[in-house]
Structures are given as structure tokens and as C-alpha cells.
């Protein structure tokens, strides 16, 4: 089994940053994928990015791209999603995922999924 656990969330002003990291423990092999998705009230969660094991591939929902960037520390079995030029919309429970294939913007193709840790952008 893999535990992810989400932290680095918290409320902050339009225009602010997080770094949103995403640790993983129990049986992490080599390969896995992981993904950030988001989910607001009300609203279907939805993918935000991936990246493959190597970090050599990278996918952005078009909404953050260019103000998100997500990148991973295989040897710490970290993930992290940096959030820049946070807007109101942005407010969501943020979860990683893993999965043991490629990168993908699909989220029934993650087996793995973290609890979510707040973002909240204000004004």
C-alpha cells in the first residue's frame, strides 16, 4: 500500500504563492506518476498537473498553466506542487494521486489518494 499526505495549504491573498508538497510512504516503487487535482464547492474535482516518475514529463490543466509548477524529490518520495499568482478560483481542496503508469490528466487512472489539504484565496 501508499499513503500520500498533503500539506502546505493554507488561506492566502490574491496574487499570493504556496508550495503544496505531497509525501508518499508504505510501498513506493520505482515508476509511479503522480498528479495534482483540486476540488472546489460544489464543483467536480478536476486535474490541475502530473509529472512522470523521472520528472521528465510534465501536464498542466490550462487554467494554472504558467503560474503552477509541479516537480517531485524521488528521494525524499516527495511531490510538490508550486502555486504562484493564486487567484480567488484557485480555492479548492488541492489531492495528489499516484498511479504506476505514465503522467496522465485522467483521474480514474490514479490508485492512490492523498486526504487534500485546503487552499483558500482571498479577495
Known amino acids: 500500500q501508499v499513503q500520500l499526505v498533503e500539506s502546505g495549504g493554507g488561506l492566502v491573498q490574491a496574487g499570493g504563492s504556496l508550495r503544496l508538497s505531497c509525501a508518499a510512504s508504505?510501498?513506493?516503487?520505482?515508476?509511479?506518476?503522480m498528479g495534482w487535482f483540486r476540488q472546489a464547492p460544489g464543483k467536480e474535482r478536476e486535474f490541475v498537473a502530473a509529472?512522470?516518475?523521472?520528472?521528465?514529463?510534465?501536464l498542466y490543466a490550462n487554467s494554472v498553466k504558467g503560474r503552477f509548477t509541479i516537480s517531485r524529490d524521488n528521494p525524499k518520495n516527495t511531490v510538490y506542487l508550486q502555486v504562484n499568482s493564486l487567484k480567488p478560483e484557485d480555492t479548492a481542496v488541492y489531492y495528489c494521486?499516484?498511479?504506476?503508469?505514465?503522467?496522465?490528466?485522467?483521474?480514474?487512472?490514479?490508485?492512490?489518494w492523498g486526504q487534500g489539504t485546503q487552499v483558500t484565496v482571498s479577495s
Open positions: 494521486a499516484a498511479r504506476g503508469g505514465e503522467a496522465s490528466r485522467i483521474q480514474s487512472r490514479y490508485d492512490y
Open positions: 508504505g510501498r513506493t516503487g520505482v515508476g509511479y506518476a
Open positions: 509529472i512522470s516518475w523521472s520528472g521528465g514529463s510534465t
